[in-house]
């Protein structure tokens, strides 16, 4: 009964450093997304996937770079961490028009 | 592009209040509404859910509304108590891709 499952829940990286945040689901869900969420900004859409071997851009991309080779994986790789980059970070996913799941996030911060 | 707005941004009753959280949306053209909670240094808890052919949902002391055409939805909480505080988070689903689009939040804060 994991639901998303993410990891790490922690990650302090220095400038420039690169680093992939992990998300897994395990109720067979199409579509798998991405967030970040800023104090007074709400969550921003990052990167999104509706199936194996699709993803597409969300509201803020730069930066980021996702890939998703089966069902239950949705990886998002910080490329060159920047200071910008300091968030929480949250992967959803769902099926068509029902409740989308959230994991726990991963708190990261980029000295 | 579809926007989310909720209004207040913070709100502070005393315990056993009843309480109307706000959300409006720029697009109707939406799949549905979900209302989250998220407790400080937490993730998001989905509370209710509405489909877009709906009108309202329930659960215990909650109650949702949706009408679409104005673009508005509303979150009641009943007889509230010191536990619901948090921020409440209201988001639509829409789109070709199914993105959820987020409003900033209220954050609720019930006075013991």
């Known amino acids: 009964n994991a639901g998303v499952t993410q990891t790490p829940k922690f990650q302090v990286l220095k400038t420039g450093q690169s680093m992939t945040l992990q998300c897994a689901q395990d109720?067979?869900?199409?579509?798998m997304s991405w967030y970040r969420q800023d104090p007074g900004m709400g969550l921003r859409l990052i990167h999104y996937?509706?199936?194996?071997?699709?993803?597409d851009q969300g509201e803020v991309p730069n930066g980021y770079n996702v890939s998703r080779s089966t069902t239950e994986d949705f990886p998002l790789r910080l490329l060159s961490a920047a200071p910008s980059q300091t968030s929480v970070y949250f992967c959803?996913?769902?099926?068509?028009?029902?409740?989308?799941?959230f994991g726990a996030g991963t708190r990261l911060s980029v000295l | 592009k579809q926007e989310v707005t909720q209004i207040p941004a913070a709100l502070s009753v005393p315990e056993g209040e009843n309480l109307v959280l706000n959300c409006s949306f720029t697009?109707?053209?939406?799949?549905?509404l979900q209302w989250f909670r998220q407790d400080p240094g937490k993730g998001l808890t989905s509370l209710l859910l509405?489909?877009?052919?709906?009108r309202e949902q329930t659960s215990g002391r909650l109650n949702a509304s949706l009408d679409k055409s104005s673009g508005r939805s509303t979150l009641y909480i009943a007889a509230s108590q010191p536990g619901d505080s948090a921020t409440y988070l209201c988001?639509?689903?829409?789109?070709?891709?199914?993105?959820?689009?987020f409003g900033s939040g209220t954050q609720l804060t019930v006075l013991p």
């Open positions: 996937s509706v199936g194996a071997g699709i993803t």
């Open positions: 697009d109707s053209a939406i799949y549905n």
């Open positions: 109720m067979n869900h199409e579509y």
């Open positions: 988001a639509v689903l829409s789109g070709s891709a199914r993105q959820l689009t």
């Open positions: 509405i489909q877009s052919s709906q």
């Open positions: 959803a996913s769902g099926t068509g028009s029902n409740i989308q799941y």
